[in-house]
């Protein structure tokens, strides 16, 4: 079983920067795609970006250009730099990640951006 814990979360004005972070911990014999997704109220979870284990990232087209995905060193910890945020990107953001051998989420992390 593979457990994420995701942080760097936060309240940020709109055009301000936040950095989230997620650590992936358990048995992991297989390369792993990561990702972040974001859900907002009262609408459905949307994929923000991911990258895989030979680090091909791709985003969504509403962040492209603001939103970098990034993968730690040792390939567990995923990371996503966002910039020039907007109010629209207010959401809750959970990190994702998978192989063929499970799928598994994290809690998420509130991401707040006041206009």
């Known amino acids: 079983q593979v457990t994420l814990v995701e942080s760097g979360g936060g309240l940020v004005q709109a055009g301000g920067s936040l950095r989230l972070s997620c650590a992936a911990s358990?048995?992991?014999?297989?390369?792993?795609?990561m990702a972040w997704y974001r859900q907002a109220p009262g609408k459905q979870r949307e994929l923000v970006a991911s990258i895989t284990s030979t680090g091909i990232a791709t985003y969504a087209d509403s962040v492209k250009g603001r939103f970098t995905i990034s993968r730690g060193n040792a390939g567990t910890t995923v990371y996503l730099q966002q910039n020039s945020l907007k109010p629209e990107d207010t959401a809750v953001y959970y990190c994702?990640?998978?192989?063929?051998?499970?799928?598994?989420w994290g809690q998420g992390t509130q991401v707040t951006v006041s206009s």
């Open positions: 994702n990640a998978n192989n063929r051998a499970f799928n598994s």
């Open positions: 358990g048995i992991i014999f297989s390369p792993m795609t």
